[in-house]
């Protein structure tokens, strides 16, 4: 079997990126609007990331590295969540 050009392997590769953002982008929508225990890990450029309990990356804008605090997700990306924290645990 011959190897395909890179022209279709650049083309099958963006399509196949495409869809895979869109898929993440639907599956992370369901979460908008849901609460979780987020665990704060590091700092970022425009605040804080963690990970929620099932594994999600969260950026916050509260709480401090190392701690647990309970986040209501507001919005979705196809990479991570934003969330609001609403309230540190420990």
């Known amino acids: 079997m011959k190897p395909l050009k890179s022209e279709v392997l650049k083309s099958r590769s963006s399509r196949m990126s495409l869809l895979c953002s869109r898929l993440s982008l639907a599956n992370a929508k369901g979460f908008v609007g849901k609460r979780d225990r987020i665990l704060v890990l590091e700092t970022s450029k425009n605040g804080l990331l963690g990970r929620s ?4 990356s969260v950026a916050l804008k509260e709480g401090s590295i190392g701690s647990f605090v309970e986040a209501t997700f507001e919005k ?3 990479k991570y969540l934003l969330a609001k924290a609403t309230e540190k645990l420990y």
């Open 53 to 56: 309990s099932n594994f999600r």
């Open 76 to 78: 979705a990306y196809s």
